[in-house]
């Protein structure tokens, strides 16, 4: 938003509406000292633009958020604080949602994703029973430097014929760890057949971190770009389970003391292709051969040394800012 808009929008309310409007003024400078990111990946390539250039408004309750949420109107929404949501919110279409600082973000229910065109950037996510992100149906979606903690099951799940998708500069872990302490799934049953030629991501420059157990993804059907990630989760089962009919194409990423950094799957497991990896305390798999490059990528993109991911990635990976 522009300062004069805002400046207007001061000088036109009574006393009480310029304390509020200076509060939102504070709020909206937080969120565009850091900016939107623009898409990349596939949610990029997909031309994904969220809110564009709607009005920013600042929600403080679950109450506010839900009335601008399920929907398919343009909204570019600013989340001050850390809300609880009490139960599933369902996003629409066409949607920015954004946190105002470091602090803010939501818990207390799964956020389900099943429209088309949106963005979620700076918010710190969870915990919550169940996935805390499900993104079931959704296209053109581009969650980017999020923090996903504590989670009953999936941490963010990307499912039933969800496309062009990009997860990066997020951060995942658990502070106390259990048996179904998961990152995501792409792709959730191996009768689904309608997800074939869909579920296009592009994961990059994430962290998982303490706790998580497996799952970093597990793909079934899915066209998986994975470069630049940075784990690190001693005692996990595996980090990347390569499912059924799944294509995925890791580069440049750094395995630091984990067990099985990729896993076949099901009893079609699909193929799975690297380069330019990093082991450290960890061990290349060697269940099927290299197939890389997997299949052919639609969009540009720059590679981080390998040797830098560790550092990259934990300075600026999750809710943070300027980095």
């Given at each position: 938003?522009?300062?004069?808009?805002?400046?207007?929008?001061?000088?036109?309310?009574?006393?009480?509406?310029?304390?509020?409007?200076?509060?939102?003024?504070?709020?909206?400078?937080?969120?565009?000292?850091?900016?939107?990111?623009?898409?990349?990946?596939?949610?990029?390539?997909?031309?994904?633009?969220?809110?564009?250039?709607?009005?920013?408004?600042?929600?403080?309750?679950?109450?506010?958020?839900?009335?601008?949420t399920d929907d398919d109107t343009p909204g570019?929404?600013?989340?001050?604080?850390?809300?609880?949501?009490?139960?599933?919110?369902?996003?629409?279409?066409?949607?920015?949602?954004?946190?105002?600082?470091?602090?803010?973000?939501?818990?207390?229910?799964?956020?389900?994703?099943?429209?088309?065109?949106?963005?979620?950037?700076?918010?710190?996510?969870?915990?919550?029973?169940?996935?805390?992100?499900?993104?079931?149906?959704?296209?053109?979606?581009?969650?980017?430097?999020?923090?996903?903690?504590?989670?009953?099951?999936?941490?963010?799940?990307?499912?039933?014929?969800?496309?062009?998708?990009?997860?990066?500069?997020?951060?995942?872990?658990?502070?106390?760890?259990?048996?179904?302490?998961?990152g995501h799934l792409i792709g959730n049953r191996?009768?689904?057949?309608?997800?074939?030629?869909?579920?296009?991501?592009?994961?990059?420059?994430?962290?998982?971190?303490?706790?998580?157990?497996?799952?970093?993804?597990?793909?079934?059907?899915?066209?998986?770009?994975?470069?630049?990630?940075?784990?690190?989760?001693?005692?996990?089962?595996?980090?990347?389970?390569?499912?059924?009919?799944?294509?995925?194409?890791?580069?440049?990423?750094?395995?630091?003391?984990?067990?099985?950094?990729?896993?076949?799957?099901?009893?079609?497991?699909?193929?799975?292709?690297?380069?330019?990896?990093?082991?450290?305390?960890?061990?290349?798999?060697?269940?099927?051969?290299?197939?890389?490059?997997?299949?052919?990528?639609?969009?540009?993109?720059?590679?981080?040394?390998?040797?830098?991911?560790?550092?990259?990635?934990?300075?600026?990976?999750?809710?943070?800012?300027?980095?």
């Amino acid at each position: 938003m522009k300062k004069e808009k805002i400046k207007n929008m001061i000088m036109n309310r009574s006393n009480s509406g310029i304390i509020y409007c200076m509060i939102f003024l504070t709020s909206i400078t937080m969120v565009y000292a850091q900016e939107i990111a623009v898409p990349d990946g596939y949610a990029g390539y997909a031309g994904t633009t969220g809110g564009g250039d709607a009005t920013p408004v600042v929600v403080t309750t679950a109450e506010k958020l839900r009335s601008l949420t399920d929907d398919d109107t343009p909204g570019m929404i600013v989340v001050q604080g850390r809300i609880d949501l009490g139960s599933s919110l369902s996003i629409g279409s066409n949607k920015t949602i954004v946190g105002a600082d470091t602090s803010s973000g939501l818990y207390g229910g799964t956020i389900n994703v099943k429209g088309h065109n949106s963005i979620f950037q700076n918010l710190t996510l969870g915990p919550t029973e169940g996935d805390i992100m499900e993104i079931s149906g959704g296209t053109n979606i581009f969650v980017h430097k999020c923090e996903f903690v504590n989670s009953t099951d999936e941490s963010l799940s990307i499912v039933r014929g969800s496309d062009f998708v990009t997860v990066s500069w997020c951060k995942f872990y658990f502070t106390k760890t259990h048996s179904h302490a998961f990152g995501h799934l792409i792709g959730n049953r191996t009768d689904r057949v309608s997800d074939s030629g869909k579920l296009n991501v592009t994961m990059h420059h994430n962290f998982y971190g303490a706790g998580l157990r497996s799952r970093m993804p597990r793909v079934r059907y899915g066209h998986v770009h994975i470069y630049n990630n940075y784990y690190n989760n001693s005692g996990n089962n595996y980090c990347i389970g390569v499912g059924h009919e799944s294509k995925i194409r890791v580069e440049n990423v750094y395995f630091d003391n984990v067990n099985s950094p990729w896993k076949g799957m099901d009893a079609n497991p699909g193929e799975i292709g690297w380069a330019g990896l990093k082991f450290e305390g960890s061990s290349q798999p060697t269940f099927t051969p290299n197939k890389f490059p997997v299949f052919d990528l639609p969009y540009k993109y720059i590679l981080h040394p390998v040797d830098s991911v560790r550092s990259y990635v934990t300075a600026g990976a999750g809710n943070v800012f300027n980095k």
